[in-house]
């Protein structure tokens, strides 16, 4: 068994949303989160009535929904606000033909529009893609042509990414300059909304495994009732709370911990545009006085190498912090506690399941390298390759059993691919290794396949590959996650040059940026390592992955000895 932390840290007092973890896991039923939702009055629903119209209707209009803060600009939207500003992109989506399960894109920074872009094709009853700011070319043409997407909403400046003529099925591109200048048309009512049944789709998110091209992951209107539950018990959202999650919507983690989730149970929300600086983090803290802060293990290791910079800010109103998306190690756990007095809490989930599965809980010890404990609801399965239950203490795949409402519907056009992750009867499997021990705690112990995770996001080797190789210089092409001390892990390729092509600083740079311009700036290679030869399998000629891992682990070994 892995030597694991023994060292707790305790809850701090306080009033939490959940405050007796035993006695909901054993008494708690979906039913329960469903019961939370207008729609489970009516029969009908829509999530972006639930996240908005709803507190309009229930007396809420004037309370701030969104703060939206980018250096110098500065912006407040209260709900019935966000309410109108809905309708009015959902009234323009209507008079462009939009319908029920269209799949409409939006590619846009982490702005206002953003967020009511998506509630408002939510609205109509489409789904919404969001795309990432940072994607390039060969990755918005790859998402919207894998569904068929018929509408993109984006602005002047991100549409000079987006290679029209490949899109066959891109029908019209509306920009928010244009929609901003339109008279808004203020309704009381729910005239723009349509209502749908629960497995109607909701979202679509695109991502990367250890194979083939980034898959789309849609999940159905029924993940309101993840999303609600979680929200009020994970990130114990209160009323006067001021909840700020850094994750842009175009990933999970931003639109159902940025967007929905929050704006579900009332929170007022804050969207912060432009890059990390651990100045404006910790300012834009201070000045809104955040009360929930959402991130991730490297953003907190880059604030963390800043030192003591945080002695310059008053942080105090922060009052819970979660972290997701990547190992978080107990140093930043402890550097938390002794710094800004606040216990990180770990959360695991995939774009695939939905929402929190493995959760650290305000009023529960957190045990500093675990994840923390299946949420009420969940049953988890440490399970060998034959799809049996390990005892506690022993590694093994990471499996949930099925089903939970903020599970997966589909993979979009690809049943066989869905199929892949239920293999073992009423088990869900990850993909990721990990052990549970006596009391339920959950330690991630590493990917059982050859996705890379660098800074949280999810990269897979084989995109990477195909963009390298298209690269005239290059011949053969294998990508790896090394393991690095901010990033988690960075990518790494290793590659041949084809005949006639010399190895440089500068061709290695031009290789590098190629696919930075091409595919996007987080999956470009940090590192690219000219062989005479990559390690291959003998009968089929694959490249072997794992052993270019192992030799770069191996060489870090090295490196500490
Ligand atoms: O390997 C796990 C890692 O991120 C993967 C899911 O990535 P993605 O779908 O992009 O979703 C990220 C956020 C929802 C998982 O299979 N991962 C996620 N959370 C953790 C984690 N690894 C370690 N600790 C976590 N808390």
Not at 140 to 154: A, K, M, S
Not at 248 to 270: C, D, E, I, K, Q
Not at 488 to 498: D, H, S
């Amino acid at each position: 068994m892995t030597q694991q932390a023994t060292t707790h840290i305790a809850t701090i007092e306080g009033e939490y949303n959940l405050s007796n973890y035993e006695a909901i896991r054993d008494s708690f039923e979906w039913s329960d989160a469903k019961a939370l939702l207008s729609a489970a009055k009516t029969g009908k629903i829509n999530a972006a009535y639930e996240t908005i119209d709803r507190h309009v209707d229930e007396g809420y209009g004037d309370k701030i929904a969104l703060h939206y803060i980018n250096d110098d600009e500065k912006r407040s939207y209260t709900f019935k606000e966000v309410k109108d500003q809905t309708d009015h992109y959902a009234r323009i989506l209507r008079e462009n033909g939009v319908t029920k399960g269209d799949r409409v894109f939006v590619f846009l920074p982490k702005t206002p529009e953003c967020y009511i872009a998506i509630l408002a094709v939510i609205k109509v009853g489409a789904i919404a893609g969001p795309l990432f700011e940072a994607f390039m070319e060969e990755a918005v043409r790859d998402r919207i042509n894998d569904c068929d997407g018929t509408l993109l909403i984006t602005d002047q400046e991100l549409v000079k990414r987006v290679p029209k003529d490949d899109i066959p099925s891109l029908e019209k591109i509306l920009f928010v300059e244009d929609i901003e200048k339109e008279p808004l048309q203020p309704v009381d009512g729910d005239e723009y909304i349509e209502w749908v049944d629960w497995e109607n789709g909701l979202i679509i998110h695109y991502t990367s495994g250890s194979t083939g091209k980034p898959k789309g992951v849609l999940h159905a209107h029924r993940s309101a009732q993840h999303h609600i539950v979680t929200g009020k018990w994970v990130l114990d959202i209160k009323d006067d709370d001021v909840y700020w999650c850094t994750s842009h919507p175009g990933w999970v983690t931003g639109s159902v911990y940025g967007l929905f989730a929050p704006l579900l149970n009332r929170a007022t929300v804050v969207i912060q545009g432009g890059r990390f600086s651990a100045e404006n983090w910790y300012s834009l803290i201070e000045e809104l006085g955040v009360t929930i802060w959402y991130s991730a293990p490297t953003a907190f290791r880059m604030l963390l190498s800043k030192g003591d910079l945080y002695k310059q800010y008053d942080l105090s109103s922060v009052r819970h912090v979660l972290s997701v998306g990547e190992p978080l190690n107990p140093e930043v756990i402890q550097w938390a506690w002794n710094s800004l007095n606040v216990r990180i809490h770990d959360t695991w989930w995939m774009t695939e399941t939905g929402g929190h599965l493995i959760v650290n809980l305000p009023a529960e010890k957190i045990k500093p390298g675990s994840m923390g404990r299946p949420f009420p609801g969940v049953q988890v399965g440490i399970l060998d390759e034959e799809g049996n239950e390990l005892p506690h203490g022993e590694v093994g795949q990471l499996a949930v059993r099925t089903p939970w409402p903020g599970l997966m519907k589909e993979i979009w056009g690809n049943k066989d691919k869905f199929k892949s992750y239920f293999q073992y009867e009423g088990w869900y499997i990850s993909g990721d290794l990990a052990l549970q021990d006596e009391e339920g705690y959950v330690f991630f112990q590493g990917r059982n396949d050859d996705m890379i995770n660098s800074a949280g996001e999810r990269i897979g080797p084989f995109e990477v590959e195909s963009k390298l190789i298209e690269h005239p210089a290059v011949e053969e092409a294998g990508v790896i996650g090394k393991p690095d001390q901010l990033r988690g892990e960075l990518v790494k390729a290793f590659i041949t040059l084809r005949s006639g092509h010399e190895e440089s600083d500068h061709l290695l740079e031009d290789i590098r940026l190629y696919v930075r311009k091409n595919l996007s700036a987080h999956a470009a290679p940090r590192e690219i390592e000219v062989m005479d030869e990559l390690p291959k399998t003998k009968i089929s000629g694959k490249i072997l992955r794992r052993q270019l891992k192992a030799l770069e682990i191996e060489r870090a070994n090295k490196v500490k000895n």
